[in-house]
Structure formats: structure tokens, C-alpha cells
Nanobody, 127 residues
Framework: QAQLVELGGGLVQAGGSLRLSCVDS????????VGWFRQPQGKEREFVAH?????????YYRDSVKGRFTISRDDRKNEVHLQMDDLKPEDTAVYYC???????????????????WGQGTQVTVSS
């Protein structure tokens, strides 16, 4: 069964960068809105960014990551990336990749808008 897999987490110092990748063998990402969420320890899961499918093109970010994080999609490799620059200790969390149903409308940012999820990857930013 197709599933999303997150790659690229790790430990980085504040001010550093990490690039997360989301891969899926069963879905064509250009037909789905793909989002990144994160869950800091002991806190609720929160939306980070999404990139919409090609017929509803665009990206959307939570305010605290605007200008630091960039979401992109590589249609040739069927991957979605989250480039995270100028990382801060408050970015520490488990990061999840998620996908909507095909050709979803609007600008989804709630976890319940995304029925498909990966297992998550830990990102730790040390001060």
C-alpha cells in the first residue's frame, strides 16, 4: 500500500539549515496538495506549509516560518521538499508529510483536511 515517507530530519544548530523530503510510491504529488505539519513534544500538531496540486497552484506557510522555510515539488522525481533555513530552537518537533485527496479545492491547513500521513521525522535545533 502506498504511503508517504519523510526523509532528512536530524540535529542542527540554531541558524542552520535542513532539507526534508517527502516521497510516495503510490501517489502522484502533482495531483494532491501536500502539506508539512509538525508536533513539538507535549504540544498539538500544527500546520507548517503546503504546496497545492497543479490545477490549484500555490503555496501557503504559517507566519512563523515565512521567509525561512520553502516548500517545493519535483514532479520528475515525485518528491516534495521543505527547505528550512535559519532554524530556531522553537522549530524543534517531529515533522510530518501529509497529502489531501486528489485535486482538493481551496487552501487546506487543518490536519483533518489531509487523510494521508507519513510516520514523521525528528528535527532538533540546538541553541
Amino acid at each position: 500500500q502506498a504511503q508517504l515517507v519523510e526523509l532528512g530530519g536530524g540535529l542542527v544548530q540554531a541558524g542552520g539549515s535542513l532539507r526534508l523530503s517527502c516521497v510516495d510510491s503510490g501517489r502522484t504529488f502533482s495531483e494532491h496538495t501536500v502539506g508539512w505539519f509538525r508536533q513539538p513534544q507535549g504540544k498539538e500538531r500544527e500546520f507548517v506549509a503546503h504546496i497545492r496540486w497543479t490545477g490549484n497552484d500555490g503555496t501557503y506557510y504559517r507566519d512563523s516560518v515565512k521567509g525561512r522555510f520553502t516548500i517545493s515539488r519535483d514532479d520528475r522525481k515525485n518528491e516534495v521538499h521543505l527547505q528550512m533555513d535559519d532554524l530556531k530552537p522553537e522549530d524543534t518537533a517531529v515533522y510530518y508529510c501529509a497529502a489531501t485527496v486528489p485535486k482538493a479545492r481551496g487552501t487546506p491547513s487543518r490536519a483533518r483536511d489531509f487523510p494521508y500521513w507519513g510516520q514523521g521525522t525528528q528535527v532538533t535545533v540546538s541553541s
